[in-house]
């Protein structure tokens, strides 16, 4: 007679994978408690404040006394979609740029291997440092302006752009660019109508995923933005602010209104950087139905 | 399951071969590359050497021989996509057309817009039926919308796809079988009128039925284009190449490494009928491969 009973035996290797299992859920629910408890302050602290009298929050200027109640962070919205919108500019067509050479043109040459090297250390410096060197390079010099914090952000964000769009490159399967050559397409022009469009996507939300990273940033703001209160559409004139300025200066005021009004510009700032983020989402998955 | 038709089709083609056998005469048509001691190199390993051959114009000339014995490398070589990779270097002499190929001031996109090539793998461009075939004459200069539509119509016509495909031209050409992608790739080729098809094992990745409709394809290209056909399949060698090259690889004791060579090089009939190399013999009857 065969043994048929195919069920599973009761064994220390099963309970051991259970064990392990059981393990590895815990981890996930820590890893989750810091992420869900800082959404669920900002959020549970913010959203009223932001939501109060809408939309007077995100039109009305800072009140310059800062123990006074009441709403206001447009200047900071408006200063957060100047200062990384001009970082975009400049780090999101240089780094596009860099990237090309670096995976088209340099390939394992000693140059390249030598940019590739220093992109990766940027990645790393703090971002305390890069400000301190627009400050030192800039801010000196031309006073406080929107500009220098696009400048610093530029910084942080192009090894960030390099390395993803590298990376998308890389993606671009070999026997394209041999088909585009074969056809007697040139190197220049493979590289404009057949790898950058197929890469697009990826590109985009590399890019998206450097943006919604650098809009949150404060240290770098601090030495090159200013904290101005009033509306500043200026680019390159006069001290300008941030979300992230605004919020590191009213959370560590000692008066409610205040803090008030940094729990709403943190609430204002998550769901820019979400909707930043949703986006990147959005195009990266239609790339991958694509694929 | 074959149709009835493609029954037909198959019958006539091996008919074809067994007559091309008993007659195995081949026009001494004028030649388009002349090879003299061609050497490939990737780096400091060479891949092919001493390769010495005509190939001649509006006739199928098909490369066989065991993996790894340098028929993709050479046929690369012949429209210099072999440049392509990173430390390739060719000697010897290669002329196309009494032009040397490998001359300081011949331009690789040049050569390659007249001698094109259709890839083992298909490899349409993730875009439209439409734009894979108006790249070609695009990169070209062709410009008005009424020229391109008319090349498109043309080169799709002369791959057999155009009833299959007219009504979808917009449509993506990664949504196509293997065997439609493998004809649009062939219709991309000769969209830019070149003279010479390179191509490299086109059926491989294909199913029976699509290998026959591109041989079918290739028959009725060789009236206007001259054709290399790099394959494993010798029966398909046999069925459609006028003059057959037959490589296989050395291995040099010294430095462990393989290096293709020609072996032998004549018209198919005689390749496939009476070898004069016991080699060629033994691989054709499957003793060795």
Not at chain 1, 2 to 23: I, Q, Y
Request: glycine letters at 8%; aromatic letters at 8%.
């Amino acid at each position: 007679m065969k043994d048929l009973d195919l069920r599973a035996k009761p064994s220390w290797r099963s309970t051991k994978s259970a064990l392990m299992s059981g393990l590895m859920l815990l981890a996930v629910l820590v890893v989750a408690i810091p992420l869900v408890a800082v959404l669920w302050s900002v959020i549970d602290r913010g959203a009223g404040v932001a939501m109060k009298d809408f939309p007077a929050f995100f039109t009305n200027e800072i009140p310059l006394v800062s123990r006074r109640a009441g709403p206001g962070m447009g200047p900071a919205i408006l200063g957060t979609l100047l200062v990384t919108g001009g970082a975009t500019l400049l780090a999101v067509p240089l780094g596009i740029l860099g990237a090309v050479y670096l995976h088209e043109y340099g390939g394992t040459g000693a140059f390249a291997k030598a940019v590739r090297f220093m992109a990766t250390v940027m990645t790393g410096v703090p971002s305390i440092v890069m400000g301190l060197f627009v400050y030192i390079m800039w801010t000196m010099r031309f006073g406080y302006s929107a500009f220098g914090g696009s400048l610093a952000l530029a910084c942080l964000m192009l090894p960030v752009v390099i390395g993803s769009t590298e990376q998308m490159l890389r993606l671009v399967p070999n026997h394209l660019r041999e088909a585009s050559y074969a056809l007697g397409a040139t190197k220049s022009r493979t590289i404009v109508t057949i790898v950058l469009p197929a890469a697009l996507p990826g590109i985009v939300s590399g890019c998206l995923l450097a943006i919604a990273r650098a809009a949150g940033e404060t240290a770098p703001l601090l030495f090159a933005v200013g904290a101005a209160t009033a509306f500043n559409p200026s680019l390159f004139d006069e001290a300008n602010t941030a979300l992230s300025v605004q919020i590191f200066g009213n959370a560590t005021s000692s008066f409610v209104a205040a803090q008030d009004r940094a729990w709403g510009a943190a609430f204002t700032l998550v769901t820019l950087t979400f909707l930043v983020t949703l986006t990147a989402r959005v195009i990266t998955a239609r790339f991958a139905l694509k694929r | 399951m074959l149709t009835a038709a493609q029954a037909r089709s198959f019958q006539t083609n091996n008919r074809i071969a067994v007559e091309r056998r008993s007659s195995p005469a081949v026009a001494d048509t004028p030649v388009v590359f002349g090879l003299e001691n061609v050497e490939v190199f990737y780096g400091a390993f060479r891949a092919v050497r001493g390769v010495s051959m005509q190939i001649h114009d509006k006739q199928i000339t098909a490369f066989i021989g065991p993996s790894g014995c340098g028929k993709t490398t050479l046929l690369r070589t012949l429209n210099r996509m072999h440049d392509v990779i990173p430390g390739a270097r060719v000697t010897g002499k290669l002329q196309y057309h009494g032009v040397d190929l490998y001359a300081h001031d011949v331009s690789a996109t040049e050569v390659r817009r007249r001698i094109g090539m259709v890839f083992q793998k298909p490899n349409p461009f993730p875009k439209s039926i439409y734009d894979n075939i108006a790249f070609g004459p695009r990169v070209n200069g062709v410009k008005s919308k009424a020229d391109l539509d008319a090349i498109v119509e043309k080169s799709l016509r002369a791959a057999a796809l155009w009833d299959e495909v007219k009504d979808r031209l917009k449509a993506s050409a990664l949504g196509m079988s293997g065997g439609q992608q493998q004809r649009l790739c062939i219709a991309r080729t000769i969209a830019v009128e070149p003279d010479v098809v390179l191509m490299d094992e086109p059926c491989s990745a294909l199913d029976p039925i699509a290998t026959a409709r591109i041989e079918e394809l290739m028959r009725e290209l060789k009236s206007r284009y001259t054709i290399v056909i790099v394959t494993h399949n010798m029966q398909q060698a046999a069925r459609v190449s006028d003059r057959t090259a037959f490589f296989t690889a050395e291995l040099d004791s010294k430095t462990d490494q393989r290096t293709g060579i020609l072996v032998e090089y004549d018209t198919t009939a005689k390749i496939f009928s009476n070898p004069a190399d016991e080699r060629t013999e033994n691989y054709i009857t499957g003793r060795f491969g």
